[in-house]
């Protein structure tokens, strides 16, 4: 009869269980010095040994040939044991042994003796899924066991399990199993299965395992199922449902280059073959992640990516680290959100539209990656000083107007202004007499320039920015800013300048009026 490889490969000894040695030390040193316990507590996530280790540790306790706290697999219990054929080791499920009753029959039946071996070994699953009663029936006997009766309770919800049950037990937590060992053993498993496997699809299988050994194993049972010979990294993508790295590099390479039709085309080419938004981010936030990590450690972190390092040393060149740093935070994120949209794929098309176009979000990673982009093309010597001055100073068409500037100057140099403070304040103050204006004045982004108080606004927004120049409005907010100032200060509405001329305008800010763009 077929038997299916994760139960095949279930450590049987302590020495093939993989990852947990922290555990797995402390138990046989138990074993060997006889400080055994009579409650334990395993919990971690599903797959990484709970089960295994337990049956393991019932096994070690009644070895007939227990040789530095290992099972021998061969006496008499040990085959019982493995052959589920002994009365002495008991698998309770609690998820569908959860009432009071059955806890008292359990309560019950521990009071008689073991038949074959050393010791009664209770292994509990799922044990958080008890009800309230059969805890408390439990506790008694939990707390005072016979002698020859060990309990080993196993969760993935610890945080569920009352207090008084938790002081009760030893307790183990076991980790999520390293990538690293988890593709290790995958290729012991194909080696002695004669499963051909490329060896970038086999790390892929223990990425998407997630640090569970049990659902990597499954995963390539899949896979073995899936095609006959040789099983490359495209046929695991396929099967797995996930995009391959050279569709998601294309991706991001368009997202560099500010190609929004270009991106939003191999968006909708990879989403063709079926694969799933969120089955996507996470392999996007995977890419992501090793650019962002070579990017900055180089070759030192190669050891922990999960692409080919090759690939990724390649194609990172071209991006810059606040570009990087922002897609995967914006896509990590998405990932929570995605769960709960109405249309997940409009909302990963909006984050892709606001990552290309950084203008339109006001978040500090976005402005970071404008300053980038203006580094990058002084980098280029997109920006040089023309060779015949211009004339710096134009002429002020009134005097008027040159008095009214100076004035402004002297008062953003005599009056340390907290605009952040001093803005709030206005806001509310409007709310309170004209709640009409207010909702025009809530959309508009604040700064100081040359005594001006500019207020700046998207161009979807330009309505609003045309009703608050009006005279009457203006003059409105002015009088509140003098109201909390002590002076005059000039307001200003404007519509936000687009990419090129924001960056223009910056350049030119800092390098003087002298600049020409080619």
């Not at 409650?39 to 393991?56: E, H, N, P, Q």
């Not at 699953?125 to 016979?146: C, I, Q, Y």
């Not at 040089?384 to 002020?396: D, G, T």
């Not at 004045?441 to 920015?465: D, F």
Request: charged content about 30%.
């Amino acid at each position: 009869m077929y038997q299916s490889l994760y139960r095949k490969y279930r450590p049987r000894s302590f020495k093939e269980v993989v990852g947990q040695e922290h555990i797995v030390r402390t138990l046989k040193n138990q074993i060997k010095l006889k400080k055994i316990g009579h409650a334990y507590l395993f919990t971690g996530t599903r797959g990484t040994g709970k089960t295994s280790v337990a049956k393991i540790f019932a096994k070690a306790v009644n070895c007939l040939n227990n040789k530095d706290g290992e099972p021998c697999n061969s006496c008499e219990i040990c085959q019982a044991i493995n052959n589920n054929t002994t009365m002495d080791v008991l698998e309770i499920d609690a998820a569908s042994n959860n009432s009071v009753n059955d806890v008292r029959e359990l309560r019950e039946s521990v009071i008689y003796a073991p038949s074959q071996a050393k010791y009664k070994v209770y292994i509990i699953d799922e044990v958080h899924m008890l009800s309230t009663g059969a805890f408390n029936a439990l506790l008694k006997t939990l707390e005072e066991p016979p002698p020859h009766v060990i309990f080993i309770l196993a969760t993935t919800e610890p945080d569920k399990l009352p207090d008084t049950i938790l002081s009760r037990c030893q307790r183990f937590d076991f980790k999520r199993i390293p990538t690293r060992l988890i593709a290790q053993n995958l290729d012991r498993i194909c080696n002695d299965s004669g499963i051909k496997i490329e060896e970038k699809g086999l790390k892929t299988i223990a990425i998407y395992g997630n640090g569970s050994m049990r659902d990597a194993i499954s995963l390539l049972e899949q896979c073995a199922s899936y095609k006959e010979g040789l099983i490359t990294y495209e046929d695991v993508c396929e099967m797995l449902g996930v995009a391959n790295d050279e569709m998601l590099f294309s991706l991001l390479d368009y997202m560099n280059a500010k190609d929004v039709a270009a991106s939003l085309k191999q968006l909708d080419k990879i989403l063709s073959y079926g694969i799933d938004v969120g089955n996507f981010l996470k392999s996007l936030t995977y890419i992501l992640r090793d650019m962002v990590l070579y990017k900055t450690g180089g070759e030192e972190l190669k050891e922990i990516l999960y692409s080919d390092v090759e690939t990724v040393k390649e194609r990172v060149q071209n991006f810059g680290t606040a570009f990087l740093t922002n897609a995967l935070e914006k896509f990590i994120n998405l990932q929570k959100e995605v769960r709960y949209a109405i249309s997940p794929l409009t909302l990963l098309e909006v984050t892709i539209l606001r990552l290309i176009k950084p203008e339109i979000s006001y978040d500090m990673m976005s402005l970071l990656a404008r300053v980038e982009q203006i580094e990058d093309k002084l980098e280029k010597g997109q920006f040089f000083l023309r060779e015949e001055k211009e004339e710096k100073n134009k002429k002020i068409n009134s005097p008027e107007e040159g008095k009214e500037e100076n004035v402004a100057s002297q008062i953003v140099q005599q009056e340390d202004i907290d605009l952040e403070k001093v803005w709030a304040e206005v806001k509310e103050m409007i709310k309170k007499e004209r709640i009409a204006l207010y909702a025009f004045i809530e959309k508009g982004i604040p700064y100081l320039k040359k005594g001006t108080i500019v207020v700046e606004y998207p161009e979807e927004y330009a309505l609003l920015k045309e009703e608050l120049s009006k005279a009457e409005n203006k003059s409105f907010i002015e009088g509140i800013l003098k109201e909390l100032v002590g002076k005059a200060i000039p307001l200003k509405f404007e519509l936000r300048k687009n990419e090129e001329e924001l960056l223009v305008q910056q350049v030119k800010e800092f390098f003087g009026e002298d600049i020409e763009i080619i």
